[in-house]
């Protein structure tokens, strides 16, 4: 399974910003999908998931602002982001899972990553 993240970038605060996650390979295998990021000397965090099936969970701090989606057609994950913040600057990677976690040692594919720099 390959997944490779799309749609990073420099937007002002409280501007928004739509992700994509292309996934090709073994895909039928895959059960769910998440986005993760790393903010410079931080630890890697799980931002929201979505199964196979389209139930979501989303870290506490970004409820009710992001949105994680999924076009099965594309074999395409989203992450719509909006009233971005300083503070989630970061490198936002793309995630796949044979088996649904929120933990990011139950994913087993990454794609590289996707800087998103959020200016005050």
């Known amino acids: 399974v390959q997944v490779v993240e799309s749609g990073g970038g420099l937007v002002q605060t409280v501007g928004s910003l739509r992700l994509s996650c292309a996934a090709s390979?073994?895909?039928?295998?895959?059960?769910?999908m998440a986005w993760f990021r790393q903010a410079p000397g931080k630890q890697r965090e799980m931002v929201a998931t979505?199964?196979?099936?389209?139930?979501?969970n989303y870290a506490d701090s970004v409820k009710g602002r992001f949105t994680i989606s999924r076009d099965n057609a594309k074999n395409t994950v989203y992450l719509q982001m909006n009233s971005l913040k300083p503070e989630e600057t970061a490198v936002y990677y793309c995630?796949?899972?044979?088996?649904?976690?929120?933990?990011?040692?139950?994913?087993?594919?990454w794609g590289q990553g996707t800087q998103v720099t959020v200016s005050s």
């Open positions: 390979g073994s895909i039928l295998s895959i059960n769910a």
């Open positions: 995630a796949a899972a044979l088996c649904y976690s929120s933990a990011r040692g139950a994913y087993d594919y």
């Open positions: 979505i199964t196979s099936g389209g139930a979501t």
